[in-house]
């Protein structure tokens, strides 16, 4: 096995049992929301997992390590560091282990590969990255979508940020042969609201269902993963008309400050924050726990399935 990777003890009993277990990302803790909430809701997110039958696994790189199964020490020290940790993705990865001082916060990308080297399929996060607006000037494309093209790990979440162009990042996906199910709805979901103009490709409400699609699609040997969205629920679902106003305006003021590249997302996110007095944070938890539960309980119908294998 790697020597760079550090599996925790709960994760490795877990893999060792083929027990259910869902990797989880540590962006969203350092860059996607401020400290204290970071900290309280990746312990949330974790406790989700586990009452809904599995073994959480959060992933970062610390000390020289890709660390997955973060002990609460660790997921705390992360939420202190806040955007000062390096946000990793492919890219980054070997540089971040080759310096035991950095702390490192990986993306959807990064979680999907160290998740993969770890033996774990399920992955829940709030909204993947994707095509940014503007992109037919600024080539701004989320690592996100080739990972999920190339790495073998189905990501549970609520769609793309609503900060992205969701048409662009629709076609990339279908480009690239990522199979895109909706659990829940007919349509992609947008991060903060519950529906778009653009569909899924499958909807499949059933997790056992779901569990014996990926099951086949890497039985026969296609590679790649595969993403699940599920609508933010209901009672958190913001007013597209002010959500989109808010994206509009932070999107202004990061274009006039000259904000580019991976420090985009983390000051969209906040200014979003700030200009709808704290609705867009409270939506993020809300899915993200939202999507944490229908994660769990698609490792739990997934490891039944490999486990009649």
């Given at each position: ?27 969203i ?29 959060t992933?970062?790189?610390?000390d ?94 609520a ?13 990339y ?8 199910i ?26 056992v ?17 595969a ?77 039944g ?5």
């Amino acid at each position: 096995m790697n020597n760079t990777l550090c599996i925790s003890e709960q994760v490795q009993r877990a893999l060792a049992d083929n027990r259910p277990l869902v990797a989880l990302e540590s962006t969203i803790i350092s860059h996607g929301m401020p400290y204290p909430q970071n900290r309280e809701t990746a312990l949330r997110v974790e406790q989700e997992v586990r009452d809904n039958g599995a073994t959480p696994a959060t992933i970062a790189i610390m000390d020289g390590q890709l660390c997955v199964g973060l002990n609460e020490a660790q997921i705390e020290k992360l939420a202190q560091c806040g955007q000062d940790a390096w946000k990793i993705s492919r890219r980054d990865i070997a540089f971040a282990v080759t310096d035991k001082n950095v702390i490192g916060a990986t993306t959807v990308a990064a979680t999907m590969i160290i998740a993969a080297m770890a033996g774990i399929r399920i992955f829940a996060t709030g909204g993947i990255g994707g095509v940014h607006r503007g992109a037919e000037r600024t080539f701004d494309i989320s690592a996100d979508l080739q990972e999920l093209a190339r790495t073998s790990v189905a990501v549970v979440c609520a769609g793309a940020k609503s900060i992205l162009d969701l048409g662009l990042t629709r076609e990339y996906l279908e480009t690239q042969g990522v199979p895109v199910i909706g659990c829940g709805t007919d349509c992609w979901p947008a991060f903060y609201t519950r529906s778009s103009e653009f569909d899924v490709d499958y909807r499949i409400d059933q997790p056992v269902e779901i569990a014996a699609a990926l099951s086949a699609k890497w039985q026969v040997g296609l590679e790649g993963g595969a993403l699940i969205c599920v609508p933010v629920p209901q009672a958190y679902s913001m007013d597209a008309s002010i959500i989109n106003a808010a994206i509009d305006n932070a999107l202004a003021e990061a274009e006039v400050q000259g904000i580019a590249g991976k420090e985009v997302t983390p000051f969209l996110l906040e200014r979003i924050a700030q200009i709808t007095g704290g609705d867009s944070l409270a939506a993020n938890i809300e899915l993200v726990l939202n999507n944490a539960r229908t994660a769990a309980s698609i490792a739990v119908a997934l490891a039944g399935e490999t486990g009649s294998d």
